[in-house]
């Protein structure tokens, strides 16, 4: 199998520290624990932002600070995230990505929904939806291929695979592509099975690369699994606050140690930052010393 990438997903847009206080939210935290999961192992930061108040914000300023912050002090490959959140629009959402030009960013390819129910009460405690038209998404997708970024692609549901195949034949997606199976939210892949995640799986096409994100309590169990079916993984405090059942993560750096045991306890070599570019088709990252910058 070739060398296994980690991705973090350092902080999110759903909940803040109210659930987690390691929870990073504001740039200088993020930047900190990006440095740390570098040093455990992690090739790949998956990037939100958030305001000075803890709310999410696709403000390309912020995503710069901390894009910027983290390039000064790693070799990592930076993922922006584009899903924002509830009440960001479409235009905002996307508006770092020409400003910035990042390797990587994520793309929802479809409509999303999730939500959490509150039986006892009666009452939704979340309640959130991501409607995009085919319109929509070839803007971001268009986007996407003018800066230069290659789109990792979520994947929600089965279906949004074929949504990825359309805008590859009209030429707003090249190949190779690469995938994120997210798995364990409701609405969408509820539950994380093997059977569930070697059918998208084994549903690509040639030549694509792609990785698992189990949310909440599935998220160890998916990333051991897609290790063995020689898939990529991505872990952090975005997709689960707990480091195993009961006990809070103190850091993101935590699941990035996790991570990499299981790996070598089964024979996976870890990818450097430099060793996943190569993997996912990025071009070789150029780091400016003082010198060089004078």
Request: aromatic residues 6%; glycine residues 10%.
């Amino acid at each position: 199998m070739e060398k296994l990438i980690i991705t973090v997903a350092l902080t999110g847009a759903q909940h803040g520290k109210e659930a987690n206080p390691n929870l990073p939210e504001q740039p200088e935290e993020i930047i900190r624990q990006a440095i740390e999961c570098r040093e455990a192992g992690a090739a790949i930061v998956h990037i939100h932002a958030r305001d000075r108040e803890g709310k999410p914000t696709a403000d390309p300023g912020v995503f710069k600070v901390i894009s910027d912050g983290i390039m000064a002090k790693t070799d990592l490959v930076i993922c922006l995230s584009t899903g924002g959140a509830a009440k960001i629009s479409l235009k905002e959402r996307i508006g770092m990505i020409p400003a910035l030009k990042p390797e990587l960013a994520s793309f929802n390819i479809g409509t999303t929904m999730t939500g959490r129910y509150d039986f006892e009460n009666g009452k939704w405690l979340s309640d959130f939806t991501l409607s995009q038209s085919y319109s929509d998404l070839e803007l971001i997708a268009r986007t996407m291929l003018e800066a230069g970024t290659k789109p990792e692609i979520e994947i929600y549901d089965p279906g949004m695979i074929n949504n990825a195949l359309l805008f590859e034949k009209i030429g707003a997606i090249v190949k190779p592509m690469h995938f994120s199976f997210v798995m364990g939210i409701p609405g969408q892949i509820n539950t994380p099975t093997p059977k569930h995640l070697l059918y998208l799986s084994e549903n690509l096409p040639e030549g694509s690369t792609w990785q698992v994100i189990g949310i909440g309590i599935h998220q160890f169990p998916m990333v051991t699994m897609g290790m063995l079916l020689g898939g990529h993984v991505r872990v952090g405090m975005e997709d689960n606050l707990y480091i195993s059942r009961g006990v809070m993560a103190e850091s993101n750096a935590q699941f990035v140690e996790k991570t990499d045991r299981i790996a070598r306890e089964i024979g996976r070599p870890i990818a450097t930052p430099d060793e996943a570019r190569e993997i996912l088709g990025l071009k070789k990252k150029l780091i400016l010393t003082q010198v060089d910058r004078l």
